[in-house]
Protein backbone atom coordinates (compact mmCIF):
# COMPACT_ATOMS: atom_id res chain seq x y z
CA UNK A 1 0.00 0.00 0.00
CA UNK A 2 1.69 3.27 -1.44
CA UNK A 3 1.81 5.87 1.33
CA UNK A 4 2.35 9.86 1.08
CA UNK A 5 3.64 12.51 3.08
CA UNK A 6 4.04 15.90 2.43
CA UNK A 7 6.79 18.25 4.04
CA UNK A 8 7.63 22.30 4.31
CA UNK A 9 6.91 25.37 5.78
CA UNK A 10 3.63 26.03 7.01
CA UNK A 11 4.14 29.99 6.70
CA UNK A 12 5.38 31.84 3.34
CA UNK A 13 5.48 35.67 2.84
CA UNK A 14 4.20 37.23 0.20
CA UNK A 15 5.92 37.05 -3.28
CA UNK A 16 8.38 34.25 -1.53
CA UNK A 17 8.26 30.72 -3.30
CA UNK A 18 6.27 27.78 -1.74
CA UNK A 19 8.11 24.49 -1.77
CA UNK A 20 6.63 21.39 -0.99
CA UNK A 21 8.03 17.76 -0.84
CA UNK A 22 6.08 14.84 -0.84
CA UNK A 23 7.96 10.96 0.10
CA UNK A 24 6.86 8.14 -1.07
CA UNK A 25 6.98 4.78 0.17
CA UNK A 26 5.27 1.34 -0.06
CA UNK A 27 4.75 1.17 -3.50
CA UNK A 28 6.64 1.42 -7.03
CA UNK A 29 7.50 5.05 -7.66
CA UNK A 30 8.27 4.64 -11.35
CA UNK A 31 5.63 4.21 -14.44
CA UNK A 32 2.51 6.59 -12.00
CA UNK A 33 1.84 10.24 -12.34
CA UNK A 34 2.41 12.39 -9.21
CA UNK A 35 0.21 15.19 -8.55
CA UNK A 36 -0.55 18.19 -6.57
CA UNK A 37 -3.78 19.25 -5.89
CA UNK A 38 -4.84 22.61 -3.22
CA UNK A 39 -7.59 23.47 -1.64
CA UNK A 40 -8.29 26.83 0.31
CA UNK A 41 -9.62 27.16 3.47
CA UNK A 42 -13.71 26.12 2.95
CA UNK A 43 -13.32 25.64 -0.19
CA UNK A 44 -13.38 23.12 -2.95
CA UNK A 45 -10.18 21.13 -5.04
CA UNK A 46 -8.01 22.45 -7.09
CA UNK A 47 -5.74 20.73 -9.42
CA UNK A 48 -2.20 22.04 -9.17
CA UNK A 49 -0.05 19.44 -12.12
CA UNK A 50 1.46 16.34 -12.24
CA UNK A 51 5.11 14.78 -12.73
CA UNK A 52 5.70 11.38 -14.41
CA UNK A 53 7.79 9.16 -13.46
CA UNK A 54 9.78 10.10 -16.97
CA UNK A 55 9.96 13.73 -16.01
CA UNK A 56 7.73 14.91 -17.81
CA UNK A 57 5.06 17.44 -16.41
CA UNK A 58 1.73 19.32 -17.12
CA UNK A 59 0.05 22.30 -15.10
CA UNK A 60 -3.04 23.65 -14.82
CA UNK A 61 -2.89 26.87 -17.04
CA UNK A 62 -4.07 29.11 -14.28
CA UNK A 63 -0.93 28.74 -12.16
CA UNK A 64 1.18 27.42 -14.89
CA UNK A 65 3.42 30.52 -15.43
CA UNK A 66 3.94 30.01 -11.49
CA UNK A 67 4.77 26.55 -10.67
CA UNK A 68 7.65 23.67 -11.17
CA UNK A 69 7.09 20.30 -10.57
CA UNK A 70 10.15 18.30 -10.17
CA UNK A 71 10.92 14.69 -9.13
CA UNK A 72 13.70 12.64 -7.44
CA UNK A 73 13.82 9.30 -8.04
CA UNK A 74 16.47 8.42 -5.97
CA UNK A 75 14.75 9.76 -2.63
CA UNK A 76 10.89 8.60 -4.14
CA UNK A 77 10.61 12.05 -3.48
CA UNK A 78 8.52 14.96 -5.72
CA UNK A 79 8.32 18.24 -4.93
CA UNK A 80 5.96 21.65 -5.98
CA UNK A 81 7.78 24.47 -6.36
CA UNK A 82 4.73 28.20 -6.90
CA UNK A 83 6.58 31.08 -7.39
CA UNK A 84 5.01 34.46 -6.49
CA UNK A 85 2.71 34.04 -4.35
CA UNK A 86 0.14 35.97 -2.65
CA UNK A 87 -2.79 35.23 -0.04
CA UNK A 88 -4.64 33.15 -2.59
CA UNK A 89 -2.18 30.88 -2.51
CA UNK A 90 -3.47 29.87 0.92
CA UNK A 91 -4.80 26.31 0.91
CA UNK A 92 -4.14 22.97 2.66
CA UNK A 93 -1.49 21.23 -0.51
CA UNK A 94 -1.95 17.41 -1.06
CA UNK A 95 0.30 15.32 -2.96
CA UNK A 96 -1.49 12.37 -4.57
CA UNK A 97 -0.60 9.32 -7.15
CA UNK A 98 -2.61 10.32 -10.34
CA UNK A 99 -4.01 7.51 -12.26
CA UNK A 100 -6.20 9.89 -13.99
CA UNK A 101 -8.29 9.96 -10.76
CA UNK A 102 -6.36 10.51 -7.28
CA UNK A 103 -6.54 6.63 -5.76
CA UNK A 104 -3.81 7.73 -2.82
CA UNK A 105 -3.59 10.78 -1.17
CA UNK A 106 -1.02 12.26 1.75
CA UNK A 107 -2.82 13.89 4.50
CA UNK A 108 -2.27 17.59 3.15
CA UNK A 109 0.00 20.35 4.81
CA UNK A 110 -1.62 23.86 5.53
CA UNK A 111 -0.07 26.47 3.95
CA UNK A 112 -0.53 29.91 5.11
CA UNK A 113 1.08 33.25 2.59
CA UNK A 114 0.81 35.87 5.08
CA UNK A 115 3.50 38.43 6.27
CA UNK B 1 -11.70 23.68 -19.18
CA UNK B 2 -14.09 21.04 -18.48
CA UNK B 3 -16.71 22.36 -15.65
CA UNK B 4 -18.42 20.10 -13.36
CA UNK B 5 -21.75 21.11 -12.02
CA UNK B 6 -22.55 19.16 -8.65
CA UNK B 7 -26.45 19.11 -7.32
CA UNK B 8 -27.36 19.81 -4.64
CA UNK B 9 -24.88 21.81 -3.20
CA UNK B 10 -26.46 20.62 0.51
CA UNK B 11 -28.23 17.43 0.99
CA UNK B 12 -29.98 17.17 4.42
CA UNK B 13 -30.41 13.53 4.79
CA UNK B 14 -31.10 10.93 7.70
CA UNK B 15 -29.42 7.78 8.66
CA UNK B 16 -31.07 4.78 6.44
CA UNK B 17 -32.13 7.15 3.63
CA UNK B 18 -30.91 6.17 0.32
CA UNK B 19 -28.95 9.11 -1.41
CA UNK B 20 -28.55 10.63 -4.73
CA UNK B 21 -25.99 13.44 -6.30
CA UNK B 22 -25.71 14.61 -9.70
CA UNK B 23 -22.65 15.90 -11.52
CA UNK B 24 -23.34 16.91 -14.97
CA UNK B 25 -20.16 18.04 -17.30
CA UNK B 26 -19.74 20.82 -19.63
CA UNK B 27 -18.70 18.65 -22.20
CA UNK B 28 -18.57 14.86 -23.26
CA UNK B 29 -16.11 13.14 -21.06
CA UNK B 30 -17.17 9.55 -21.48
CA UNK B 31 -16.56 7.43 -18.26
CA UNK B 32 -13.61 9.17 -17.07
CA UNK B 33 -15.05 10.15 -13.55
CA UNK B 34 -13.95 10.07 -10.63
CA UNK B 35 -15.95 10.66 -7.06
CA UNK B 36 -14.48 11.51 -3.48
CA UNK B 37 -15.62 11.62 -0.03
CA UNK B 38 -14.15 13.99 2.39
CA UNK B 39 -14.61 14.49 6.16
CA UNK B 40 -13.28 17.47 8.25
CA UNK B 41 -9.72 17.89 8.34
CA UNK B 42 -9.12 14.95 6.22
CA UNK B 43 -7.77 14.26 2.76
CA UNK B 44 -10.40 13.68 -0.03
CA UNK B 45 -11.13 9.25 -0.18
CA UNK B 46 -11.88 7.90 -4.11
CA UNK B 47 -14.97 5.99 -3.61
CA UNK B 48 -15.42 5.28 -7.18
CA UNK B 49 -13.46 5.59 -10.94
CA UNK B 50 -13.98 5.08 -14.69
CA UNK B 51 -17.78 6.13 -13.45
CA UNK B 52 -19.20 3.04 -12.18
CA UNK B 53 -15.87 0.85 -10.68
CA UNK B 54 -15.97 0.89 -7.11
CA UNK B 55 -12.17 1.68 -5.53
CA UNK B 56 -10.78 -0.96 -3.71
CA UNK B 57 -12.07 -1.00 0.27
CA UNK B 58 -14.52 1.12 -0.60
CA UNK B 59 -18.10 -1.13 0.49
CA UNK B 60 -20.70 -1.92 -1.96
CA UNK B 61 -23.33 0.88 -0.33
CA UNK B 62 -21.65 3.50 -2.93
CA UNK B 63 -22.61 3.45 -6.70
CA UNK B 64 -21.41 4.94 -9.29
CA UNK B 65 -23.33 5.45 -12.93
CA UNK B 66 -23.75 7.54 -16.22
CA UNK B 67 -21.28 8.20 -18.90
CA UNK B 68 -21.09 11.28 -21.59
CA UNK B 69 -21.99 14.32 -19.17
CA UNK B 70 -24.38 13.28 -17.04
CA UNK B 71 -23.45 11.12 -13.68
CA UNK B 72 -24.75 9.75 -10.45
CA UNK B 73 -23.22 8.87 -7.05
CA UNK B 74 -25.63 6.68 -5.21
CA UNK B 75 -25.52 5.91 -0.98
CA UNK B 76 -27.96 2.81 -0.35
CA UNK B 77 -28.56 3.18 2.85
CA UNK B 78 -26.46 6.29 4.51
CA UNK B 79 -24.74 5.49 7.73
CA UNK B 80 -23.22 7.96 10.47
CA UNK B 81 -19.75 7.88 8.97
CA UNK B 82 -21.14 8.95 5.27
CA UNK B 83 -22.04 12.42 6.66
CA UNK B 84 -19.21 13.90 4.34
CA UNK B 85 -18.58 16.11 1.64
CA UNK B 86 -18.82 14.38 -2.13
CA UNK B 87 -16.79 15.61 -5.00
CA UNK B 88 -16.74 14.48 -8.60
CA UNK B 89 -13.54 14.90 -10.85
CA UNK B 90 -13.02 14.43 -14.19
CA UNK B 91 -9.90 12.81 -15.68
CA UNK B 92 -10.73 12.76 -19.68
CA UNK B 93 -8.99 16.15 -20.41
CA UNK B 94 -5.86 18.22 -18.13
CA UNK B 95 -6.49 20.18 -16.85
CA UNK B 96 -8.33 17.49 -14.32
CA UNK B 97 -10.78 19.42 -12.71
CA UNK B 98 -13.63 19.12 -9.66
CA UNK B 99 -16.74 19.63 -9.15
CA UNK B 100 -18.01 21.94 -6.53
CA UNK B 101 -18.66 19.70 -3.76
CA UNK B 102 -22.31 18.30 -2.21
CA UNK B 103 -22.38 18.24 2.01
CA UNK B 104 -24.55 15.59 2.89
CA UNK B 105 -25.68 16.48 6.42
CA UNK B 106 -28.03 15.60 8.76
CA UNK B 107 -31.42 16.77 8.41
Known amino acids: QVQLQESGPGLVKPSETLSLTCSVS????????WSWIRQPPGKGLEWIGYVHSSGSTDYNPSLKSRVIISLDTSKSQFSLRLYSTTAADTAVYFCARDRGWAAEWGQGVLVTVSS | DIQLTQSPSSLPASVGDRVTITCRASQDISNYLAWYQQKPGKAPRALIYGASSLQSGVPSKFGGSGSGTDFTLTISSLQPEDFAIYYC?????????FGGGTRVEVK
Open chain 1, 26 to 33: GGSFTTWY
Open chain 2, 89 to 97: QQYHTYPLT
